[in-house]
C-alpha cells in the first residue's frame, strides 16, 4: 500500500488549466483516469487526509505510485481524451459498462456492392448502417421477413450469392419475390442499392412519406384498371404496416430521441437505454456496472453517454437526448455529442409530457435489470457458498451462518418507532419467517435503547419456546434450516411470537400463554448463528448486551454501518472491511437492506393510520363529509378547537347538539405531542389534529 504524500506533486506543478490525469501503480499500469476543469483543484482532492477520502477513492490512491496530466484547451476536448484512454487503457477503478448481453442489430451492409440485410452482434464495423439493437433476434428477423416484400433487398452470405452467380439460378428467395436476385443479374447494382436505401430510410422513421407514396400508386393503378398491381401495393402496404406495428407509438409527434435513465445501490449500477426513432421504441439496451470508484449518478449519465457515443457518428447520435440527471458539465457534453452528430444535439432532462412518462419508463426497467442482475448472483449456489464462507472467515466463526437475522429500527422524528426482523437461510430471503416489532418500553428516538429492547424479546421468546418444547437441558437447539414437515407457518394453532407480528396480522397478548400444538416449534424456537443490525459500535453493543442479560453465547453478532459498509464486532475498536467486491459484503448488504425496506414499510403504515385518525373520530354521527367540512371551514383542527360552539354552528349542515358534541370531544382530546425538527431543534407546529407540517 502506497502513501500518496509520496508522489504528490510539488505546489505548483500542477497547472490550473482543463485537463485528463492518470494514476499509474508501481507496475506503471494505468488504474484510473479522470478529466476536470482545473487540474491543480482537483487533484488537490486526492491528496487529503485519507480519512477524509471515500473508501473507493482511498483504495485507488494507496494502490498508486504516481499521477501525471495532459492539458488541453476546452472541456470538450478533455471528455474526448478521457473517453480515449479509458478505452485504451481500460482502468480498474474507472466505471465500465458492459452489456449483460450482446444484443443483436439489424445491419445493412452499404460498404459492399450489392448490400446485405442481416443480424449483426459485436463491434460495429464501418460502412455498416447499423438499426436497433433489439432484445431478440427472431423479433428482427420477423420485421425483416415482413419488408422483404416491399423492399426486396439481398439477405444471402457471400458463398450463397457466389453459387447463385456461378450457376445462373437464384436462390429460393429470388424464385418467391423476396429477393430482387441480383446475382443472377435481374437488377442492376444502383437499382439495389436504391433498394437498400429505400430499406434504411423506412426503419430510420421515415415511413409515411413512403406508405403514402405506395397507397397513392395503388389508387392510380385501380383507376387504370391494373387491379392485379394494386392488390400487390395493397398487400406491401399491409405488410409495412405490420412491421410498424412491432414497434409501439411513444412520442406522437415523431420525435427522434435516445432516453438514458439509471438505477443504483452501493455497490452497483443498472443503465437502461430506449432508442426512439420517428416516434416510435426501434430498440432497447442496458448495462450492468460495478461502482469501483466514487462517482453519483450525474457522473454515471456522463459514464454512459460516453460508452453510448464514443464510436457513433452522424445520425447514430439522435438530435435529442433525455437523462434522468445532467452531467457535472452539461454544455462540454452537449459540444462533444453535437461533434459526434455534426449538428446540434439537445440533452436535457423531460419536465412534462409524454416525454417525461417514457422516462418515467425507462427509469422502471432500470429499476428491475438492476434487480434481476442482484437476483440471478444471489440465486446462484455457488456465490452463495462463497459469500457465507467469506461472512464466517471475516468473522471468526466455526462454520457457515446457515440462518442469519436482521434487525432495524425505524422512526419519523421519534414517533412510531417500530423494528423489523428479516431471516435469510442459505443466502436466500425467508419471508414467511419475517417479524415486525412495536417498541412498548419508552416513548421517543432512542435506537440503541430500542434495539437492546427487540433483540431482548426476540431471543426471550426463542428461550421461552425453547423450555417449552423440553430442549432447555437435554437436546441442543437445531442449527440448520427448519425442515419442511417442522415448519411453524403450516403447523395447526401455530401463533407468532407475542412481541412481534408478522405482516397482515394482528399481534397477540404478550401475557397470552402459547396455545399448544402437536410439539412442532414455534418459529422463534428456532435460533440464528448471526445477528446482523443495522448500524455501528452503539447499536452492535446494545444487541451484545442483550444477549448477555440472557446467558446466550452462542450467537454470533456484527453490525453494518451503511455509510462507510463497514462491519462492526461487539467489543472491537476497528471494523472489519470486506473487499467491495466480496460476494460475503454483498449478502450482508442484501439482508441489511431487507430489513430496512421491512422496517420502513410497517412504519410508513402506522404513521399513515395514525394520521388518519382525528379527534373528530369520537364524535357519534359525524360522518366524513360534515368532518371534512368542518376542516374546510376553519382550515385545521387546531383552529376547529379554539371556535366557539356558535361558530361551529354557522358550518352548513352542522346543529347546535352535533357542534356541542364536537366542541366536548376536541376539549377531551389529549394534546399531541409536539414534533421537532431534528436538524434545527426548532417545534413544528401542529395543523391538523396529529399530522406535522
Known amino acids: 500500500m502506497a502513501d500518496p504524500s509520496s508522489y504528490r506533486p510539488k505546489p505548483g506543478q500542477i497547472p490550473d488549466s482543463p485537463g485528463v ?32 477520502l471515500h473508501p473507493r477513492t482511498r483504495t485507488m490512491v494507496t494502490t498508486a505510485a504516481s499521477v501525471e496530466w495532459t492539458v488541453v484547451s476546452t472541456e470538450v476536448e478533455a ?41 449483426m452482434r459485436g463491434a460495429k464495423k464501418k460502412g455498416v448502417r447499423y438499426f436497433g439493437p433489439y432484445g431478440h433476434a427472431w423479433a428482427i428477423r420477423e420485421t425483416v421477413d415482413l419488408m422483404l416484400r416491399v423492399f426486396p433487398v439481398r439477405t444471402c452470405s457471400a458463398g450463397v450469392f457466389k453459387n447463385a452467380a456461378r450457376t445462373g439460378r437464384p436462390c429460393l428467395l429470388g424464385y418467391i419475390g423476396k429477393c430482387s436476385a441480383p446475382c443472377v443479374g435481374r437488377v442492376t447494382p444502383e437499382e439495389h442499392r436504391e433498394l437498400a436505401d429505400d430499406f434504411c430510410d423506412f426503419m430510420a422513421g421515415r415511413t409515411g412519406t413512403y406508405i403514402r407514396r405506395l397507397e397513392k400508386d395503388m389508387m392510380a393503378a385501380a383507376e387504370e384498371m391494373e387491379y392485379e398491381r394494386a392488390a400487390r401495393l395493397r398487400d406491401d402496404v399491409e405488410a409495412l404496416k405490420r412491421a410498424m406495428e412491432k414497434s409501439a407509438v411513444v412520442l406522437a409527434d415523431a420525435t427522434d430521441a435516445d432516453l438514458i435513465a439509471v438505477a443504483e445501490d452501493e455497490l452497483e449500477a443498472a443503465v437502461q437505454i430506449f432508442h426512439v426513432r420517428g416516434g416510435r421504441v426501434r430498440g432497447q439496451r442496458g448495462w450492468v456496472t460495478d461502482k469501483v470508484e466514487n462517482v453519483d449518478t450525474p457522473g454515471l449519465v456522463e459514464h454512459a453517454l460516453q460508452q453510448l457515443y464514443g464510436e457513433e457518428t452522424g445520425d447514430s447520435v439522435p438530435k435529442e437526448v433525455l437523462v434522468q440527471a445532467l452531467p457535472e458539465d452539461p454544455d462540454a457534453v452537449s459540444q462533444w455529442l453535437a461533434g459526434r452528430r455534426g449538428s446540434q444535439v439537445s440533452l436535457r432532462i423531460p419536465q412534462r409530457g409524454d416525454k417525461k412518462d417514457l422516462m418515467a419508463t425507462v427509469q422502471r426497467n432500470a429499476l428491475q435489470a438492476l434487480g434481476l442482475h442482484k437476483t440471478k448472483r444471489a440465486s446462484d449456489l455457488t456465490t452463495r457458498s462463497r459469500a457465507l464462507e467469506e461472512i464466517a472467515e471475516a468473522l471468526g466463526l466455526d462454520t457457515a451462518p446457515l440462518r442469519i437475522e436482521c434487525f432495524d429500527i425505524s422512526h419519523l422524528q421519534g414517533d412510531d418507532v417500530v423494528a423489523s426482523m428479516v431471516v435469510f437461510e442459505d443466502g436466500l430471503a425467508r419471508k414467511s419467517e419475517y417479524r415486525r416489532f412495536q417498541i412498548k418500553g419508552f416513548e421517543g428516538q432512542d435506537d ?8 431482548g424479546r426476540r431471543f426471550k421468546r426463542y428461550l421461552q419456546e425453547k423450555e417449552r418444547t423440553g430442549e432447555w437441558e437435554e437436546t441442543p437447539a437445531p442449527t440448520g434450516p427448519v425442515p419442511a414437515a417442522q415448519d411453524a407457518a403450516t403447523a395447526p394453532g401455530a401463533v407468532p411470537g407475542p412481541d412481534a407480528t408478522a405482516p397482515g396480522t394482528t399481534a397477540p397478548d404478550p401475557d397470552a400463554e402459547p396455545r399448544e400444538d402437536d410439539g412442532r416449534p414455534k418459529r422463534f424456537a428456532y435460533p440464528p448463528q448471526l445477528v446482523v443490525v443495522d448500524g455501528g459500535q452503539p447499536q452492535v453493543a446494545a444487541a451484545k448486551r442483550a444477549l448477555d442479560e440472557l446467558g446466550i453465547d452462542d450467537i454470533a453478532v456484527c453490525g453494518l454501518a451503511k455509510r462507510l459498509e463497514e462491519v462492526w464486532l461487539p467489543d472491537d475498536d476497528d471494523p472489519v472491511v470486506l473487499p467491495r467486491s466480496s460476494e460475503g459484503l454483498y449478502l450482508l448488504q442484501r439482508v441489511r437492506d431487507e430489513a430496512h425496506r421491512f422496517a420502513i414499510t410497517y412504519q410508513r403504515a402506522k404513521r399513515a393510520k395514525r394520521i388518519r385518525s382525528s379527534p373528530l373520530d369520537a364524535v357519534a354521527g359525524l360522518g366524513e363529509t360534515r368532518k371534512q367540512a368542518l ?4 382550515g385545521s383542527v387546531k383552529k376547529l378547537k379554539q371556535a366557539t360552539i356558535d361558530q361551529i354552528c ?8 352535533t357542534a356541542e358534541s364536537v366542541a366536548v370531544a376536541l376539549a377531551s382530546a389529549a394534546p399531541a405531542t409536539p414534533a421537532v425538527n431534528t436538524a434545527t431543534g426548532e417545534i413544528i407546529e401542529e395543523d391538523d389534529g396529529g399530522s406535522t407540517t
Open 631 to 634: 376542516i374546510k371551514h376553519f
Open 448 to 455: 440503541v435503547r430500542s434495539m437492546h429492547e427487540v433483540i
Open 79 to 119: 471528455l474526448q481524451l478521457e473517453y480515449s484512454w479509458i478505452k485504451e487503457f481500460d482502468p480498474r477503478f474507472n466505471v465500465k459498462y458492459r452489456d449483460d448481453k450482446s444484443y443483436p442489430y439489424l445491419a445493412v451492409t452499404l460498404n459492399e456492392e450489392f448490400p446485405r440485410v442481416q443480424v
Open 21 to 52: 490525469y492518470k494514476f499509474r501503480d508501481e507496475h506503471r499500469r494505468v488504474i484510473y483516469v479522470g478529466k476536470a476543469k482545473n487540474l491543480r483543484q482537483r487533484l488537490a482532492n486526492y491528496f487529503q487526509d485519507l480519512a477524509a
Open 650 to 657: 354557522e358550518v352548513p349542515g352542522i346543529g347546535r347538539r
